[in-house]
Nanobody, 123 residues
Framework: QVQLVESGGGLVQSGGSLRLSCAAS????????MGWFRQAPGKEREFVAA????????DYADSVKGRFTISGDNAKKTVYLRMNGLKPADTAVYYC????????????????WGQGTQVTVSS
């Protein structure tokens, strides 16, 4: 079983920046991919970014390309999301996912989700 704990959310003005962190614990030895998703009120959860240590690549949703950067520490099974140029449309609960699989894009593991961290961007 994998436990994920996110941190770093908060309230920021439009154009501002935040850095989210997610640390995995428990059965982490098989984790080669981690990703970020978000869910705004009344909307479905959507992909934001993912990183593959085994494949050595990253992927981003079109809506965040050029503004968000995902990075991580494979040894610590920790992933970060640096968010610059935040917009009110980025307001959502951000969730971390681990040990999904990669086939053209990142598919989340159905069970390995964090509790989420709220990001609110004011205009």
């Amino acid at each position: 079983q994998v436990q994920l704990v996110e941190s770093g959310g908060g309230l920021v003005q439009s154009g501002g920046s935040l850095r989210l962190s997610c640390a995995a614990s428990g059965r982490t030895s098989s984790i080669n991919n981690m990703g970020w998703f978000r869910q705004a009120p009344g909307k479905e959860r959507e992909f934001v970014a993912a990183i593959s240590w085994s494949g050595g690549h990253t992927d981003y949703a079109d809506s965040v390309k050029g503004r968000f950067t995902i990075s991580g520490d494979n040894a610590k099974k920790t992933v970060y999301l640096r968010m610059n140029g935040l917009k009110p449309a980025d307001t959502a609960v951000y969730y971390c996912n681990a040990d999904g699989y990669w086939s053209g894009r990142y598919y989340p593991h159905p069970s390995n989700w964090g509790q989420g961290t709220q990001v609110t961007v004011s205009s």
